[in-house]
């Protein structure tokens, strides 16, 4: 029997020539490249545009905040001298008399009621109209037409202030006459809905106003939600569809949950428009003195208008500290308003 031989091969030896564990050579084109040391991988090449970019984009923020601040500290400043000489608790007194520098007595409660009072009634006319249109746009509308109306409702944001003033004085105040002579009579007995202190002829109340500053905060809120509930995870919605659901379903169960801190958000930003809005209720509400009698047919003055009224009076330090004071409060009344709406959005991580 013919038994097969089968020489062993030496070893390290064969085609490879390398011996266990050193490696083989290589050509000088396959040279090994040197291994990166742990600080070349923490500190990556930066580019010298991205480096200035980085910069400036630093610097404006710096920049707006310190401003920001600064805005703040001035009106302080200028405010202490004269309310140092007030002769009225400036937080819950309703009088205002800055004549006689000698004598001075301001108060801001009544500013704040008229102010509040008017932004509270605009946002609760634009919330739901806002809401409406958002929606409508986003889910039902076809983009052929969906896009021009978006343009058209952005549109009443570039209409002057003055515009909507003269338009609510003398087109919808004898509108809404009828109207409000009827809440007067059928809820006259409602605080709100009582007789004011101005004739509704004139249409110079505040519930006029409040409707002017509904239609000037609509395209904010519009926009804001309209963005927010168009990046509705498309997931989503096609799941709700998948299991059945009508479109008011999928609206109701992933398009409102998904945009619901959005839009309250943007209903926060509109009303920081109204609370500062000066020249349309500087026109509407300028037929009375008397102070705010918690109706909505009453007249009366702002923050922001009765510093617009009262620009004869700035020739005073002391006088015109009186109203900077009032400015230092809507200052920090619509920083806290914008703040908030901030944070509510802050707090949603989709939304960044």
């Known amino acids: 029997m013919n038994e097969r031989i089968v020489a062993k091969r030496p070893a390290g030896t064969g085609t490879t020539g390398a011996r266990r564990g050193v490696p083989a050579a290589r050509p000088d084109s396959e040279a090994p490249i040197p291994p990166t040391t742990e600080a070349d991988q923490k500190a990556p090449h930066v580019r010298p545009g991205d480096r200035i970019f980085r910069g400036l984009a630093t610097g404006s923020g710096i920049f707006i905040v310190v401003l920001i601040g600064a805005i703040g500290l001035f009106l302080l400043l200028q405010a202490i001298p004269s309310l140092a000489l007030d002769q009225v608790n400036f937080l819950t007194s309703r009088e205002w ?10 108060g801001i409660l009544d500013l704040l009621l008229v102010t509040v009072v008017s932004s509270a009634l605009a946002l609760l006319i634009a919330m739901p109209i806002a809401l409406g249109i958002a929606l409508f746009l986003t889910q039902y509308a076809p983009r052929r037409l969906a896009r021009p109306f978006a343009y058209v409702v952005d549109l009443l944001s570039a209409v002057p202030s003055i515009i ?4 609510g004085l003398f087109v919808l105040g004898p509108v809404l006459t009828p109207f409000a002579e009827w809440l007067m009579d059928a809820l006259g007995w409602i605080p709100l809905f009582a007789k004011g202190n101005v004739s509704i002829e ?7 106003a409040g409707i002017v500053l509904a239609v000037m905060i609509l395209p904010i809120i519009t926009a804001v939600s309209r963005e927010v509930f168009d990046r509705t995870p ?3 919605i096609e799941g709700a569809i998948a299991l059945g659901a009508t479109k008011w379903e999928v609206v109701r169960t992933t398009v409102l949950p998904f945009g619901k801190a959005g839009y309250v958000s943007a209903s926060m930003l509109g009303l920081g428009r109204a ?3 000066t020249i349309a209720l500087m026109i509407i509400l300028s037929g009375t003195n008397e102070a705010f009698g918690w109706s909505l047919f009453d007249g009366g003055a702002t923050f922001a208008s009765k510093i617009a009224l009262a620009a004869p009076e700035f020739n005073d330090p002391k006088s015109a500290g009186a109203y ?5 409060v809507l200052f920090v009344l619509t920083f806290v308003v914008n703040a908030i709406a901030r944070s509510i959005v802050a707090g949603h991580k989709e939304y960044e």
């Open 97 to 106: 008399s800055t004549g006689d520098v000698t004598n001075l007595r301001f």
């Open 164 to 167: 909507f003033g003269l338009w």
């Open 202 to 208: 004139l249409g110079g109340t505040i519930f006029t």
């Open 234 to 236: 498309v997931t989503h």
């Open 275 to 277: 609370l500062g809005e």
């Open 324 to 328: 900077i004071a009032a400015g230092l």
